[in-house]
């Protein structure tokens, strides 16, 4: 089944490292796109095909992607990286069949 | 630069009809290869795809939805709405209009966000 697992919440202090981890039997198969949601703001594309940074996008954000698990990675962790982060999966050979989001995850930043 | 602004009512009442509307400004719905897609986000739970528009001119639904959906797509007034029928609280949410762009034979990046409406289903 097209399920994505992400945990429930990642604690980091500021400066330090948050790695998000996003887990489903497909991702081999497919690009994984990670999305930042701030309450009461729209949801922000940070890396799209697994590990691309659109524009605007501060370096800190990078993504990376082994077997059935890929991460986004936040080097040196800032207060506004406070957020829910979403992975979204999705394949080029795979017909379209709507969006599968992850859980989310809630950064906190201590 | 492409914008999506998200419009209807803030209150629906049991059983009755949830209508909403995206306008897009900046670009057309009628051009390109995207899916028009409505997301919500339920109080204290994560992102839910509703369903999508594709550029092909077929529409997609949320399994756990598809009964009750539909969106349809107005070229003439660029922009797509939402119809979601027989609501009840559990469908309060703030939704989310969205571009997201083909790729091959499936979806990808969702890069173009509305701000979000939030709709209260109460008596």
């Known amino acids: 089944s097209n399920e994505l697992t992400q945990p429930p919440s990642v604690s980091v202090s500021p400066g330090q490292t948050a790695r998000i981890t996003c887990s489903g039997d497909?991702?081999?198969?497919?690009?994984t796109y990670w999305y930042q949601h701030k309450p009461g703001q729209a949801p922000v594309l940070v890396i799209y095909?697994?590990?691309g940074r659109p524009s605007g996008i501060p370096e800190r954000f990078s993504g990376s992607a082994s077997g059935t698990t890929v991460t986004l990675t936040i080097s040196g962790v800032q207060a506004e990286d406070e957020a829910d982060y979403y992975c979204q999966s999705a394949g080029s050979s795979t017909p379209y069949a709507g969006v599968v989001f992850g859980g989310g995850t809630k950064l906190t930043v201590l | 630069q492409l914008q999506l602004q998200e419009s209807g009512p803030g209150l629906v009442k049991p059983s009755e009809t949830l209508s909403l509307t995206c306008s897009v400004s900046?670009?057309?719905?009628?051009?390109?290869?995207?899916?028009w897609d409505w997301i919500r986000q339920t109080p204290g739970k994560g992102l839910e795809w509703i369903g999508s528009?594709?550029?092909?001119?077929?529409?997609y639904y949320n399994p756990s939805l598809k009964s009750r959906v539909n969106i349809s797509l107005d070229t003439s007034k660029n922009q797509f709405s939402l119809e979601l029928t027989s609501v009840t609280a559990a469908d309060t949410a703030v939704y989310y209009c969205?571009?997201?762009?083909?790729?091959?034979?499936?979806?990808?990046?969702?890069?173009?966000w509305g701000q979000g409406t939030r709709v209260k289903v109460s008596s």
């Open positions: 497909t991702l081999p198969k497919e690009y």
């Open positions: 900046g670009g057309s719905v009628s051009s390109g290869s995207y899916y």
């Open positions: 969205a571009r997201e762009s083909a790729y091959g034979l499936g979806g990808g990046r969702i890069d173009y």
């Open positions: 095909k697994d590990s």
């Open positions: 528009y594709c550029y092909c001119g077929t529409t």
